[in-house]
């Protein structure tokens, strides 16, 4: 028989391993932003991640010197590369906030050393995110008018009974609401930075950045409740976020789009891919950051789960879209499923998305593969190419084969389409590699606080007999909160 | 004694010694105390005497004012200056004005949340004497202070000195304005 404490092991894992004190996980996690030596390997990978960003800028500029003429977008595929780029990375996104703000609410302890760069990981996927919808009609200094509501000489508004431009207030709404949460988090360790710092411009630097925080009583009080109201408020906003996004889809009549499921479909979807990119960035980071003490197997683990998790549900959305278009007896929904599975041109793409998005999730089932940091990686690349492909299927054969014959076409993507795809993962990669060379990766006060020495224990033996004066004075003698 | 002085300050090892010399500072009658940690102790609350701040209902506030704003957007540029006829639907068409409403809300509240915070906590403040002490670099790092301001009605210096040295703590300070 087990003895307890192997019992309490298994069930409430230790979430940071090693013999760590509040001094070694401040001072680890913290000089990794503050050495002076950058390690060349930093210097590969930002190069590499730069150089593939420079991609971004060459088709940006190109796309405004000629037009969208350049991508393969046509009629009736009017919706093509950069809604799937853009549904692709926003739903990515959607990790860093679960992370932060959900698994907070369900004080899941786990969440406290990947949340930081989850966020990261959010900010960075919107910002990719945010370019497409700005520059894919090719002329974004027009865009500020019907995407925003501003008082402008032609006297027009937007329409904002259009899911498009509820799509706009979602997105804006949710890269200010991820960067307040993000920053608010960095507060207390940008603070750490700058009484660590030994260079005087890093101090100056990290000093204003942390606003002069001291770590007070009084402002951790209402530091805590500002950081629990934001996860509060964060945990509807991140819902709604993919939500919207699918009834840019959804409020239409396209058959494949119009359907009442998307929302908690393309959420779950959201999450899965958002995952996948989580474990993408934690497994190397723990490795080339020595960071094992603090992003264990267990958390791991508990990634691959909910990976899982999300994965069957997606898999359930793909079986019931297939339901749907039988049951709904409408020949054009039928015909829509019979053409995305197997008569149509793009059948191959549909089932190799089943492949990435069904079927090799279905190794986590198996511990094995959920405890192995390398199998981890190998899915999560398959789950993040096949939540693109879910992107390319819904949208592109939804489009090609519309209710006319006569105005089926073709469609494939043209190069510049792929360089401005590819370009912005290099963008993503560069902000991240800029992010792990300044700023502290993982939590540092909030893994302080998973340390044992960080309870408070019950209080000296001298001091209980004080205990019914102290619930006297409460009242009495407190400063008000001023 | 220095009268330039703003406080005694103490210095711990451990979130209990903190705690427990907090709830002894109190029980003294000092009330312009103030204790510093690496990471928040929600005991500490209690132990000196911290009241639930306002924030949340400035939080709640700034929610609605994001709702009504949202809304009221809305009916000013569908009902009000720009009337549009789509689809015979009608110009009051509340409910798909729900969705901007509601992000505005979030929006609204998560910037009450954040900037009330700051406000209420009187940052951004880069200097603050606490800063002179050197040692008080680890109340970031390690360690756990704890602070009677000079401007306590019952401070004196000789005997909150002695008085912080009785609560056992690793050495205490003097706090130069």
């Not at chain 1, 660590?196 to 411009?201: E, F, I, T, V």
């Not at chain 1, 964060?234 to 889809?249: A, N, Q």
Request: glycine share 6%; net charge neutral; hydrophobic share 50%.
């Amino acid at each position: 028989m087990a003895d307890l404490k192997e019992i309490q092991q298994r069930v409430y894992p230790p979430m940071v391993e090693g013999d760590h004190t509040f001094a070694t996980v401040s001072d680890k996690i913290g000089d990794y932003a503050l050495r002076k030596r950058t390690p060349l390997a930093w210097f590969v990978g930002f190069g590499v991640a730069f150089m593939v960003a420079q991609l971004l800028m060459v088709s940006v500029v190109y796309l405004l010197a000629k037009g969208i003429g350049i991508f393969g977008t046509n009629q009736p595929v009017g919706w093509a590369f950069p809604i799937i780029n853009f549904v692709w990375w926003i739903g990515i996104g959607h990790a860093g906030t679960l992370i932060s703000a959900i698994l907070l609410l369900l004080n899941q302890k786990w969440r406290t050393s990947i949340n930081r760069f989850a966020e990261a990981m959010t900010l960075f996927a919107v910002a990719c995110a945010a370019i497409f919808p700005v520059i894919h009609t090719g002329r974004p200094w027009l865009a500020a008018y019907w995407l925003f509501p501003y008082p402008n000489t032609m006297g027009i508004w937007p329409q904002f009974r259009s899911p498009l431009i509820w799509d706009v207030f979602a997105v804006s709404t949710y890269a200010t609401i991820s960067l307040l949460f993000w920053y608010v988090g960095l507060i207390p360790d940008l603070a750490t930075l700058r009484d660590r710092a030994k260079n005087k411009y890093f101090k100056f630097a990290y000093g204003i950045l942390s606003w002069g925080w001291r770590g007070s009583a009084r402002h951790w009080h209402r530091y805590e409740l500002a950081y629990l109201l934001l996860a509060g408020i964060s945990t509807p906003l991140v819902l709604s976020v993919h939500s919207i996004v699918s009834l840019d889809f959804s409020v239409s009549q396209i058959p494949g789009w119009h359907a009442t499921f998307f929302p908690p479909y393309f959420v779950a979807g959201a999450i899965y891919a958002g995952f996948a990119m989580v474990l993408i960035l934690c497994i190397p980071l723990r490795v080339w950051y020595n960071m094992k003490d603090f992003i264990t197997d267990t958390h791991l683990h508990y990634m691959g789960k909910v990976m899982l998790a999300t994965g069957l549900i997606v898999g359930y959305s793909y079986v019931m879209e297939a339901y749907f278009g039988w049951y709904s007896a409408s020949q054009y929904e039928y015909f829509m499923i019979t053409n995305r599975i197997w008569n149509g041109p793009y059948w191959y793409m549909y089932w190799l998305l089943i492949f990435c998005n069904v079927i090799a999730i279905q190794s986590l089932w198996f511990k094995y593969f959920r405890e192995s940091p390398f199998w981890l990686f190998i899915i999560s690349i398959i789950v993040s190419i096949g939540m693109w492909l879910e992107r390319f299927v819904i949208i592109v054969t939804s489009l090609q084969r519309d209710f006319l014959p006569s105005s089926w076409a073709m469609y494939a993507p043209s190069l510049w389409d792929w360089s401005l795809y590819v370009g912005t993962i290099g963008f993503f990669f560069t902000l991240v590699f800029l992010f792990v060379r300044f700023l502290p990766v993982i939590s540092i006060f909030e893994v302080r606080t998973l340390l044992p020495g960080a309870t408070v224990h019950g209080h000296q033996q001298d001091f209980e007999e004080n205990v019914v004066e102290i619930e006297y004075t409460w009242e009495r003698t407190d400063e008000p909160n001023k | 004694m220095d009268s330039n002085l703003y406080g005694v300050m103490a210095e711990f090892d451990t979130p209990t010694a903190v705690v427990d010399a907090a709830n002894k500072v109190r029980l003294a009658g000092y009330t312009k105390t103030d204790a510093f940690s690496p990471f928040p102790l929600h005991e500490i609350d209690e132990a000196l005497g911290i009241r639930r701040s306002i924030l949340p209902f400035l939080v709640f506030c700034g929610g609605v004012i994001g709702m009504l704003s949202g809304f009221a957007l809305q009916i000013f540029i569908h009902y009000i200056d720009y009337p549009l006829n789509i689809g015979g639907r009608p110009y009051l068409s509340w409910p798909s004005f729900i969705p901007p409403a509601y992000e505005l809300t979030i929006l609204f509240g998560g910037f009450t949340a954040v900037f009330g915070m700051l406000f209420l906590n009187g940052l951004p403040r880069p200097y603050h004497p606490v800063f002179n002490v050197p040692r008080f670099a680890l109340a970031s790092r390690e360690k756990f202070f704890l602070l009677i301001e000079a401007a306590d009605d019952k401070y004196n210096y000789d005997e909150t000195t002695s008085f912080m040295r009785s609560l056992g703590p690793q050495e205490v300070f003097d706090v130069p304005e």
